[in-house]
């Protein structure tokens, strides 16, 4: 598995190896092991899986807090999206600050997204699915959000923003200036 560190420390992209013959192919698409090698650590206890039917459909940007935090890893099995991770983590060099990838089933890659970040994505194609593995069960008290078009995180989202299909909820989470601080910056990656 390939892995390649982000602009902020902590967040990866991974690549699987994919082996293919006339049959189809094969890919082991998560190892504990190879990801603990990697210095991503943590035990995954729930999997999720959603579909997006319309290109344009945004998720997020989402998190939990304490003591039901998440990190993620999250892989697209058809379509792409523009996933987003914003830093949460009071005391970081790049707090406010996001990463940005496109995560597709074409380019056969993943994303992680530690602790202490928002994460969102946007679907670039109809019919993107999309699957992630968590390192805490879903609480719903524990959920929290920033506006995902939030001026002051300057996220550049490849949609007209007036074309953006959201949930109710993710329009009505509040900008980033309005959240308590609930991460700590611990310095590591």
């Not at 008290?141 to 078009?149: D, H, K, S």
Request: with cysteine; aromatic share 10%.
């Amino acid at each position: 598995m390939d892995v390649t560190s982000l602009a902020i420390a902590g967040v990866r992209l991974l690549k699987p190896a994919k082996h293919g013959d006339h049959r189809g192919f094969f890919s082991e698409t998560y190892n504990k092991q190879a990801l603990a090698e990697a210095g991503i650590e943590g035990d995954f206890v729930q999997d999720n899986q959603s579909l997006s039917a319309e290109a344009c459909t945004v998720r997020g940007l989402h998190f939990q807090v304490p003591p039901h935090a998440q990190a993620k890893l999250l892989r697209v099995v058809r379509g792409a999206v523009f996933d987003v991770a914003v830093d949460l983590r009071s005391g970081s060099p790049d707090y406010g600050k996001h990463v940005s990838a496109v995560i597709s089933a074409a380019d056969w890659n993943q994303i992680y997204i530690p602790i202490g970040f928002a994460h969102g994505f946007c679907t670039l194609e109809p019919d993107t699915e999309v699957i992630y593995k968590v390192t805490d069960y879903y609480a719903p008290a524990a959920e929290q959000g920033v506006l995902w078009n939030d001026p002051d995180l300057g996220i550049d989202w490849p949609l007209d923003p007036a074309k953006a299909v959201l949930s109710d909820r993710d329009r009505r989470f509040p900008p980033l200036s309005d959240l308590s601080k609930i991460f700590v910056y611990g310095g590591k990656a």
